[in-house]
């Protein structure tokens, strides 16, 4: 997958599972504005 579609990515999961961005911040440990960041593009996570 490319770093670019992994905001997309996560946010079509989370709208498809019925998720807030705080609501998966708790199942994943992120906090909501990380969720938020990466659905956005503003932040990536290293590999």
């Known amino acids: 997958m490319q770093i670019s579609s992994l905001g997309a990515a996560i946010r079509r999961y989370r709208k498809v599972a019925?998720?807030?961005q705080?609501?998966?911040g708790e199942k994943t440990?992120?906090?909501p504005?990380?969720?938020s960041r990466f659905e956005t593009g503003?932040?990536?996570p290293q590999r």
């Open 29 to 31: 440990g992120f906090d």
């Open 42 to 44: 503003t932040y990536t």
């Open 22 to 24: 705080a609501e998966l």
């Open 18 to 20: 019925g998720l807030t």
């Open 33 to 35: 504005k990380t969720i």
